[in-house]
C-alpha cells in the first residue's frame, strides 16, 4: 500500500478523510426505535406484598394536592394518581432482587434501570420514575423522608406521573411511578 511510505501525521489524516468519506451520506437518517423489552413470562404472579395502597395512595395524593417545597423548589399542586398492579410488580421484584442479593441501587445487577423493568411487565410508558428506600418503616416514615428528601420529592410531585406501584420485600422498598403511553 502506497500510505506506507507516508508521515504518520500525513497518513492519519489522509486515513480520517478517506472515513469521513465513506461514512457521509446524503440520505435521510432512520431513526432506530429499539424494540420493547420482552415481557418476563408470567406478568401476573402471587406476590406477598405487606404494603397498604390505600394508605400510601391518601398519603402521597393529599400533598401532591397541596404543592409541597422540595428543597429549594416549589413545586405546585399535581394531579392524584391511581394505584397500577403492573407498577406494583415492577416495584416488587425489584425489591425482592435487592433483598436476594444484598444491593442498594436504581440499576439492577444486570444494568437494568425501572424504565425496562416497567416494560417487562407489559406497561407501555411514557415516562417514568423511581423511588427506593431501605429500613425498618411504615407507609408513613417511608412518604415522609422521601418528601423531606428534595429528589424523591420532585419525583412524588412529578405531575407526568398519574400512576404508582409501591412494594416492600424485607426492608426494601420501591415505589414506581409512571404514565402510560396514549392508547394503552
Given at each position: 500500500?502506497i500510505l506506507r511510505f507516508v508521515r504518520?501525521?500525513?497518513?492519519?489524516?489522509?486515513?480520517?478523510?478517506?472515513?469521513?468519506?465513506?461514512?457521509?451520506?446524503?440520505?435521510?437518517?432512520?431513526?432506530?426505535?429499539?424494540?420493547?423489552?420482552?415481557?418476563?413470562?408470567?406478568?401476573?404472579?402471587?406476590?406477598?406484598?405487606?404494603?397498604?395502597?390505600?394508605?400510601?395512595?391518601?398519603?402521597?395524593?393529599?400533598?401532591?394536592?397541596?404543592?409541597?417545597?422540595?428543597?429549594?423548589?416549589?413545586?405546585?399542586?399535581?394531579?392524584?394518581?391511581?394505584?397500577?398492579?403492573?407498577?406494583?410488580?415492577?416495584?416488587?421484584?425489584?425489591?425482592?432482587?435487592?433483598?436476594?442479593?444484598?444491593?442498594?441501587?436504581?440499576?439492577?445487577?444486570?444494568?437494568?434501570?425501572?424504565?425496562?423493568?416497567?416494560?417487562?411487565?407489559?406497561?407501555?410508558?411514557?415516562?417514568?420514575?423511581?423511588?427506593?428506600?431501605?429500613?425498618?418503616?411504615?407507609?408513613?416514615?417511608?412518604?415522609?423522608?422521601?418528601?423531606?428528601?428534595?429528589?424523591?420529592?420532585?419525583?412524588?410531585m412529578n405531575s407526568k406521573f398519574t400512576?404508582?406501584?409501591?412494594a416492600k420485600v424485607g426492608n426494601f422498598?420501591?415505589?414506581?411511578?409512571?404514565?402510560?403511553?396514549?392508547?394503552?
Open positions: 500500500m504518520p501525521a500525513v497518513r492519519t489524516a489522509v486515513c480520517v478523510w478517506l472515513l469521513a468519506c465513506v461514512a457521509c451520506s446524503k440520505e435521510p437518517l432512520t431513526v432506530y426505535t429499539p424494540p420493547p423489552p420482552e415481557p418476563i413470562g408470567d406478568t401476573t404472579f402471587l406476590m406477598n406484598n405487606p404494603v397498604d395502597a390505600a394508605l400510601l395512595l391518601s398519603l402521597v395524593n393529599d400533598v401532591r394536592a397541596k404543592g409541597c417545597q422540595c428543597g429549594d423548589t416549589f413545586m405546585a399542586p399535581a394531579p392524584p394518581i391511581r394505584w397500577n398492579k403492573s407498577l406494583e410488580r415492577a416495584a416488587y421484584l425489584h425489591s425482592q432482587d435487592m433483598d436476594r442479593n444484598s444491593y442498594f441501587s436504581h440499576n439492577d445487577l444486570q444494568g437494568n434501570t425501572a424504565g425496562k423493568r416497567i416494560s417487562r411487565m407489559g406497561y407501555s410508558w411514557l415516562a417514568w420514575g423511581e423511588n427506593i428506600a431501605l429500613g425498618i418503616l411504615s407507609e408513613k416514615t417511608l412518604v415522609d423522608g422521601f418528601y423531606k428528601s428534595p429528589t424523591h420529592c420532585k419525583v412524588l400512576e404508582m406501584g409501591v422498598w420501591s415505589q414506581e411511578f409512571a404514565s402510560p403511553k396514549p392508547g394503552h
